[in-house]
């Protein structure tokens, strides 16, 4: 079962890019080209704005933007518990 | 010698008002601006971007490979570092750029400055931009428009951006924060792949009411294009560019040679990085995207 952080992020990629409705939670966004770097601003503002974490320069990296599933891990992790 | 326009002239009364506007209104139409535009084959900018991103601490897009491309092929062609101050040419100490974004709030396009980019490796291009952007989001940036709403008068604004107009176009003085991006880079950088924008088929940048920034770089968003290959018709990620250029600086021969030069780069990025050998990726593409001196910045 999809987390609600990843539901939500994936919710929000697939109404930003085309062929949404297609979108995976382990889709591969940089394979698939799916990213750029509006979307990735947006993105940092929205993980930021509804999640209250920072994302630093050095978080905007492949291995965090790679899929959703992936960027929901960094939440994640970042989230205070 | 007969005289090859006929008298008296076309009087007022023939003319539509809409073109009397413009033949009372507007200059001289003496026009230094020219637009070369072409075609770049992408396909392996993107499996470039592809093996770096494998690899690499910091996320690498097109616009990062357009900044540098545009920057080596300044350092390979030197005079389109030059800009026109009081009818003379000057060139610029340092390969600069100027990339206009979009911020989200308040929305509107700002322009950031990027210095000595030729001399720059990828990675340190995207983390510089990404943290642009950043403090842009975060509202940490400084633009004119906070230095010019501070003027709460209309003339004192009007008398303000007339002043500093005719200071960047005329008195070679150093240049400060504020006024790098009328100053300090021969070149503004545009990128027009983001979604939701039409295909693009032609383009004519504006040029801005400073002088100081004669060249403009617009590439399009890539797209599957059938393109003739080896004799075969094949689809290819396809993009366009345009080049605009001053002519008081540099002819279309300049011209079309330097879009070739961007051409080369952009379509081949490692053999930018790598100064001419074949496509590369993985592990050797990382080490060339975070060399401090690549080789793709050396003239010819």
């Known amino acids: 079962m999809t987390e609600p952080v990843e539901q939500e992020l994936l919710s929000f990629v697939a109404s930003r890019v085309a062929n949404g409705q297609a979108l995976e939670p382990d889709t591969d966004l940089l394979q698939d080209e799916l990213l750029d770097s509006l979307l990735i601003m947006d993105l940092v503002a929205h993980v930021e704005g509804r999640y209250g974490i920072r994302l630093e320069n050095t978080d905007i990296a492949p291995a965090n933007f790679r899929s959703v599933e992936k960027l929901s891990a960094l939440i994640s992790a970042r989230r205070p518990r | ?300």
């Open chain 2, 1 to 300: 010698m007969e005289r090859p326009l006929v008298e008296p002239p076309v009087p007022d009364e023939a003319i539509p008002t809409w073109n009397m506007n413009y033949l009372y209104g507007c200059p001289t139409p003496a026009d230094p601006t020219i637009v070369w535009g072409t075609d770049v084959d992408c396909t392996d900018l993107q499996n470039y971007l592809r093996h770096l991103n494998a690899e690499s601490a910091v996320l690498i897009t097109p616009v990062h490979v357009l900044l540098r491309a545009t920057a080596c092929a300044m350092a390979r062609h030197p005079q389109f570092n030059r800009r026109v101050l009081r009818r003379r040419i000057y060139q610029y100490k340092q390969v600069n750029l100027l990339l206009p974004f979009r911020k989200r709030q308040p929305a509107e396009t700002d322009v950031m400055v990027l210095e000595q980019v030729d001399r720059k490796p990828l990675v340190e291009i995207a983390r510089e931009l990404w943290q642009h952007h950043q403090d842009a989001a975060r509202g940490e940036f400084v633009y004119d428009r906070q230095r010019s709403l501070g003027l709460s008068r209309r003339m004192t604004r009007r008398l303000f951006y007339r002043m500093h107009l005719w200071l960047a176009n005329g008195v070679n003085l150093p240049a400060r924060e504020h006024s790098k991006r009328h100053r300090t880079a021969a070149a503004t950088v545009n990128y027009f792949g983001f979604k939701g924008a039409a295909p693009l088929r032609s383009f004519k940048p504006s040029r801005a009411p400073y002088d100081g920034v004669p060249v403009n770089v617009t590439m399009g968003g890539i797209e599957p294009r059938p393109v003739a290959l080896n004799g075969e018709v094949v689809v290819r990620s396809i993009a366009p560019l345009f080049v605009r250029a001053d002519h008081r600086i540099v002819d279309a021969h300049d011209i079309g040679l330097f879009v070739a030069t961007l051409r080369e780069f952009i379509g081949n990025p490692a053999a930018m990085e790598f100064g001419g050998s074949a496509s590369v990726g993985g592990e050797s593409a990382l080490a060339a995207a975070t060399a401090r001196e690549p080789a793709g910045h050396r003239p010819r």
